[in-house]
């Protein structure tokens, strides 16, 4: 409501006050307010702040933001700050960055990798990551399956 009302500085003390209590996501929707608004340093230095926290929302969306603007290392380093704290989606993210940088073989071990900590939804991604990188899926020892003939 602060925001809305264009008191900066009050919804930012609230925010962290909320975040003081437990809640990391506070810091990181207002940061959002505030990229949907234009003020994409104000929200990326909130991102910032709450990542030092320990916001793995925060990592994930800074990691997102340094994607954009091509700084491929930030965003993988992010990604995997998030992926320590609990966020082991992001592997698969990190994965289709890998992926559209050329690098097959990082994004194939990192998709393992997001196998291996059992996030059996990522299965269903716009992209079919999983199906992308194992057609045919995966043998019990974890090697792709060749084609059925």
């Known amino acids: 409501m602060?925001?809305?009302?264009?008191?900066?500085?009050?919804?930012?003390?609230?925010?962290?006050?909320?975040?003081?209590?437990?809640?990391?996501?506070?810091?990181?929707?207002?940061a959002e307010m505030r990229e949907k608004a234009g003020?994409?340093?104000?929200?990326?230095?909130?991102?910032?702040?709450?990542?030092?926290?320990?916001?793995?929302?925060?990592?994930?969306?800074?990691?997102?933001?340094r994607e954009k603007t091509g700084d491929r290392e930030g965003a993988e380093s992010l990604y995997r700050q998030a992926a320590d704290h609990g966020r082991t989606e992001v592997?698969?993210?990190?994965?289709?960055?890998?992926?559209?940088?050329?690098?097959?073989?990082g994004a194939d071990e990192l998709a393992r990798q997001a196998t291996d900590h059992g996030r059996p939804r990522t299965l269903s991604?716009?992209?079919?990551t999983f199906r992308m990188l194992w057609p045919y899926g995966l043998d019990p020892?974890?090697?792709?399956?060749?084609r059925w003939q």
Do not use: K, Y
Request: hydrophobic residues 35%.
């Open 91 to 105: 592997l698969i993210m990190l994965s289709l960055t890998r992926e559209r940088a050329g690098d097959r073989e």
């Open 141 to 146: 020892d974890g090697t792709p399956t060749p």
């Open 2 to 30: 602060r925001e809305r009302a264009g008191d900066r500085e009050g919804a930012e003390n609230v925010a962290w006050q909320a975040a003081d209590h437990g809640n990391n996501n506070a810091p990181v929707f207002l």
């Open 125 to 128: 991604l716009p992209r079919g």
């Open 39 to 65: 003020d994409r340093e104000g929200a990326e230095s909130l991102h910032r702040q709450a990542a030092d926290r320990g916001s793995s929302s925060a990592q994930v969306r800074l990691a997102l933001i």
